[in-house]
């Protein structure tokens, strides 16, 4: 009986991902790497490695007719790579091919030669090549061997991630609900039998709203931004902790929240008055930012503090984080006053609130 080969392609973005063991998985696992990395979206970096179907199921040359046919009814499939020897693609054979009276193997009825892309192929490329050849399935191939296959189905899992992580976005926002419904909308209406074509307008409709939905969220900067020193404040600070807090509940991922606090700021505010608390505070908030990855979060969390959200960070890290601050407070030679901090973290535990992760991490500060 034939079955399927499984072939591990392993990307340059990220660890390699398992064959999946459906779809709501393979949705969940592309969910996933989407948050860990927004500019997949924000800068349309989508590419086909990124949502390919990992493993596809293939068969050699000599296969027959009536073995085709029950491994495509078996396993519900639409089309079948014919690949030989070294897992090099030979040809494509489909649904439709089974129809004709082309012959009874699969070098036979399968078309050649077929189209084809590779993984760092961006998505809307592939997008095109299935629309101008009117195809259901793209087979990837890399230095010349089969490594997966882009299909419609994977477009709408893509479609259904991606609309997924916007909208729990503006929901833990509390944004205007009105784009929110619109990609509710757009993602209700999704069907794995839909053409490439349909696909392709869906794509546009959602992206015309997520790119409208982001304008109005930079819109929101001002009001999330602290007024002298142009980092989050508190009230953003709150919405990304909720988010993160929502990641790590449902996802497992791990994250800390760092607190760097200033030595004696009562005591120089009394002192040197504005004159002096205005640089050093945005000497503070510029200091932190330089020692932050990209992906990090920076608030004015109190007056004399200052929070630091670290996704994907242990808490061994954030301690460290921690140390390099306190080192550029030690080594700053720019304020008329000598700078020192205190800092702590904390890591985020599944049952964690907002409250409970900062009070832990306020503990933790030294």
Not at 95 to 108: F, K, N, V
Request: net charge negative; aromatic share 4%; charged share 25%.
């Amino acid at each position: 009986m034939l079955d399927s080969t499984a072939h591990q392609y392993p990307t340059t973005a990220s660890a390699p991902i398992a064959p999946e063991s459906g779809p709501y998985a393979k949705r969940q696992q592309l969910l996933q790497e989407l948050m860990g990395d927004s500019e997949l979206l924000l800068k349309n970096r989508l590419e086909v490695r990124h949502l390919m179907t990992r493993g596809p199921v293939t068969v050699p040359p000599t296969a027959t007719l009536e073995e085709i046919t029950e491994l495509m009814r078996r396993r519900r499939l639409h089309h079948l790579l014919v690949c030989g020897r070294g897992e090099e693609l030979v040809g494509v054979v489909s649904d439709r091919d089974l129809c004709s009276s082309r012959g009874t193997t699969a070098q036979q009825l399968m078309s050649y030669p077929p189209r084809t892309c590779s993984p760092n192929t961006p998505l809307n490329v592939a997008i095109t090549f299935l629309i101008n050849d009117n195809i259901s399935c793209l087979p990837v191939v890399d230095e010349g061997r089969l490594c997966g296959v882009l299909t419609t189905t994977d477009l709408v899992l893509t479609l259904q991630s991606t609309l997924q992580l916007w909208m729990r976005l503006a929901q833990v926002l509390q944004h205007d609900q009105t784009w929110t419904k619109e990609l509710e909308k757009i993602a209700a209406s999704l069907d794995g039998e839909m053409s490439a074509e349909q696909l392709a307008r869906q794509i546009a409709a959602a992206r015309e709203a997520v790119r409208q939905q982001v304008q109005d969220l930079v819109n929101r900067v001002d009001l999330n931004a602290d007024v002298l020193t142009g980092i989050g404040n508190r009230r953003e600070l709150e919405d990304v902790l909720d988010l993160l807090l929502g990641v790590r509940k449902r996802f497992g991922r791990t994250f800390s929240l760092a607190i760097v606090v200033i030595d004696y700021f009562d005591r120089i505010r009394e002192s040197c008055g504005d004159a002096v608390v205005r640089p050093l505070l945005k000497t503070v908030a510029r200091m932190i930012e330089d020692s932050v990855r990209r992906g990090d979060f920076v608030a004015r969390w109190r007056d004399d503090a200052f929070a630091v959200a670290l996704p994907e960070t242990a808490l061994d890290d954030a301690r460290e984080f921690c140390r390099r601050v306190q080192e550029a407070a030690r080594q700053n030679k720019q304020l008329d006053v000598e700078l020192r901090v205190s800092a702590g973290a904390a890591e985020a535990e599944p049952a964690d609130d907002i409250l409970q992760l900062l009070a832990r991490a306020e503990e933790a500060v030294s």
